[in-house]
């Protein structure tokens, strides 16, 4: 008996360090399979919380650039012609066929040049065209955001093709720019996500990755 006496002494003392007085030792060690399933669940608190990868990598991912541009002057009006080059890519094809509508903008503006100042802006202008897939029809419909006016494609190809040309557009009168001087003409080209079907709201009206610009394609304006 005395010499389990020590022996016990030693046990009993080993997991009480450290513990408030009064504390059992058996609690110490019960301690640690609880902290660790603790701190599994807190870990994974932290990343059910955590962003949700970004899909920017990249849903509008292709070439988006003016690949040039021109104005006529048609009496008195100054019209805009441009070539543009939009991305197009396997997501934004499921994405239209989802139900999701796209917007295709180009915007144009004109500024009087000044030398000791900022630029002063004349005009700023967006034309703006829609594009959408229609499930009854399976075809993919472009509209005008201003006027209204439709056309339809067999293809989503077919369709950045039309939305890629833009011909005669009108952008200002000439008795506009009335004293003269300096000007430039600055275009370019936007892509952004338009409705979303309902069973898409929840999960992507948070997101920004669906919008692109452009660079500004710029030139003097012949006046």
């Not at 003016?66 to 094809?93: D, K, M």
Request: hydrophobic share 45%.
């Amino acid at each position: 008996m005395q010499a389990e006496g020590p022996t016990f002494s030693v046990v009993a003392f080993k997991p009480r360090r450290g513990l408030p007085p009064g504390s059992a030792s058996p609690r110490r060690g019960n301690l640690r399979p609880s902290s660790l399933r603790w701190g599994l669940v807190l870990a994974a608190g932290l990343l059910a919380l955590a962003p949700a990868p970004r899909i920017r990598a990249n849903v509008l991912d292709g070439t988006l650039a003016i690949r040039s541009a021109y104005v006529n002057f048609n009496h008195g009006v100054i019209e805009l012609n441009a070539q543009i080059t939009y991305p197009l890519n396997p997501t934004i094809r499921k994405a239209l066929q989802n139900g999701v509508t796209l917007s295709f903008d180009i915007e144009a503006r004109i500024d009087k040049v000044r030398h000791f100042w900022f630029n002063a802006n004349i005009i700023d202008v967006t034309l703006r065209r829609r594009l959408a897939y229609h499930v009854v029809t399976r075809r993919f419909v472009v509209s005008n955001a201003q006027t209204g006016a439709e056309h339809s494609f067999t293809s989503v190809q077919k369709a950045l093709d039309y939305l890629e040309q833009v011909h005669d557009w009108p952008i200002l009168v000439e008795s506009q720019l009335r004293d003269g001087g300096r000007y430039t003409i600055s275009v370019r080209a936007g892509v952004r996500r338009g409705q979303l079907p309902a069973s898409l709201r929840a999960l992507l009206f948070w997101t920004d990755d669906w919008q692109r610009e452009s660079r500004w394609y710029t030139w003097a304006l012949p006046i």
